[in-house]
């Protein structure tokens, strides 16, 4: 009898953003269901871990299972916290707001990075919490796809780029394999009031060790950055997004296009009630945005993105990730 297929990890879809308020919730609720309209089995993840509020916004008042049954060992895989979000083909697993829920232990971590990556669904997506704390640099880090989402003001785009700096920082750190390597990284990148930019870094560590180097252009070309522009008003709404596309290559040396911009409208203003503002009707401009958002990521190169080793092991978290969920478990 032969052995059963083995079938493909999800596409991981994160939606980050170093500022509370500024959408992230919104538009991972609007992007699963688009990607579920496409055909595609989605599961949502609210990972927004202290503050869940995903099952409002899709009309789910009381979630009868969520991370904190999986937290607290009550099931073990997250497939059994699924809830049906509108459709067949989309799926929620509720988060959770009870204290201290977002400073999770190495093994719980462990145990969560690892159950997503068994998800059966064929997409992903993960809404996170703000701040750069480890816990959601790691969960940035694992996905195949990093969508930052940004509003056109000051604090918003600082604060996305302080994330993403943190999420580039970390991995850049574990690309060393031993001690030597990892002084090396740890002295050419420097101190935070005095951090040389990436590019700086790779010139520095160069001539000393270009393969370390290679590993990191490796790494970080494919890191499967985009931007999400929301609540976006005017054209020059629109070309501060673009600014900040450059300053990211620049300064981190990641490609972080603008995959999609949301333009405000009523339609996702949120309300009083749950499910009520948060998902566009088909009649929205808004809607149309959510769809081309999500066909332009269902193209995008999964081998690319998880490189010739990742592709080849059954898991699909970088060798990192990996290594430590090893040691915590």
């Known amino acids: 009898m032969a052995a059963p297929r083995k079938r493909p990890p999800p596409r991981i879809i994160v939606v980050a953003g170093g500022k509370g308020g500024v959408g992230k919730s919104t538009v991972t609720a609007n992007l699963g269901l688009a990607i579920g309209r496409l055909g595609h089995r989605v599961t949502m993840i609210d990972a927004d871990l202290g503050a869940a509020n995903l099952h409002t916004m899709l009309g789910i008042v009381h979630p009868t299972v969520g991370l ?24 929620l697993v509720p988060g959770t707001s ?25 997409c992903v997506v993960i809404d996170v919490g703000a701040g750069t704390s480890f816990n959601v640099v790691d969960l940035v880090a694992v996905a195949d796809i990093k969508l930052f989402v940004v509003t056109p003001q000051l604090p918003a785009l600082h604060n996305a780029y302080a994330l993403l700096k943190a999420c580039v920082h970390r991995v850049v750190r574990k690309m ?20 040389r930019t990436i590019a700086q870094l790779v010139d520095v560590l160069r001539p000393v060790n270009p393969e370390v180097c290679e590993r990191i252009d490796d790494q970080l070309g494919r ?21 900040m596309t450059s300053m990211i290559y620049d300064h981190l040396r990641v490609q972080a296009p603008v995959l999609a911009t949301v333009r ?17 009707e088909r009649g929205d401009d808004t809607h149309s945005a959510f769809r081309a958002l ?11 993105l998880r490189g010739v080793q990742r592709v080849s092991l059954e898991h ?7 290594r430590e969920l090893e040691a915590a478990t």
């Open 68 to 91: 904190a049954e999986f937290f607290d060992r009550k099931i073990t895989l997250l497939d059994e916290a699924r809830l049906p979000v509108g459709m067949p083909t989309v799926a």
């Open 98 to 122: 009870r204290p201290g829920a977002a400073n999770l232990s190495a093994a719980d971590k462990a145990r969560l990075l690892r159950a997503i990556a068994r998800l059966d669904a064929d």
């Open 264 to 280: 405000r409208t009523p339609a996702l203003a949120g309300g009083l009630k749950a499910g009520v503002g948060t998902v566009a």
């Open 176 to 195: 060393s394999r031993d001690e030597t390597e990892q002084a090396m990284i740890d002295s050419a990148l420097g101190q935070e009031n005095k951090a």
């Open 223 to 243: 890191f499967g950055v985009g931007i999400v522009g929301n609540q976006v008003a005017t054209a020059a709404d629109t070309a501060v997004l673009g600014r």
């Open 294 to 304: 999500a066909a332009k990521l269902l193209e995008m190169d999964l081998d690319r």
């Open 316 to 322: 699909t978290m970088p060798l990192w990730i990996q």
